[in-house]
């Protein structure tokens, strides 16, 4: 039996704003903030919550945590993407372009043994990095990096930004790729993952 179909209005709602804002945070909201998304108390969020868990569409990562809910996948299993490679082409000097067909999978872009989410970037200060408005970037779910890195940082106020990543002495510095724009300095910040690669709708 399919336990989607048995979920009541609230439960289908509670679960597409936990998909929305972990696909836009890069991690789960609180029962606080779905019960101030929705206008009810806690304790009837919890109580959904609870249900959730219970048909099998959500799960806790860890006890004890305030930021634990886990979407559960469909066990559906989904028709893998794919494109043809037909060749070769030079960026610098010109070669021949020679059609020799290949396919790519493009469930090959994500690393198996790494844990790896995606979010679709807002706003233009990555932009000479090749970040754009509109890009969707693939992120390892890590809580370092190494200085240079482009991270997901959920600053003090719990706003989500996406920077360059740099551990200064006594301070870290969110670092823009846009010339316009000035570092952000923090004393400490939440790394919530580390970009790997961009992929861009045209």
Known sequence: MNQRAALTRRQHQILDYLKSYTEETGMAPT???IAANFGVNK????GHIGELERKGVIERAGKGLSRALRVVEDDAPRSAASVSILGRIAAG???QAVEDPETLDLCDLIPKDRDVYALRVKGDS???DAIRDGDIVLVERRETARNGETVVA???DEEVTLKRFYKEAGRIRLQPANS?????YVDDVQVRGVVIGVLRQF
Do not use: A
Request: aromatic share 4%.
């Open 93 to 95: 000097s010109p070669i």
């Open 126 to 128: 990555m932009i000479e």
């Open 43 to 46: 304790v009837t969020i919890f």
């Open 154 to 156: 959920v600053l003090e």
């Open 180 to 184: 316009s724009m000035g570092p952000i």
């Open 31 to 33: 029962l606080e903030e």
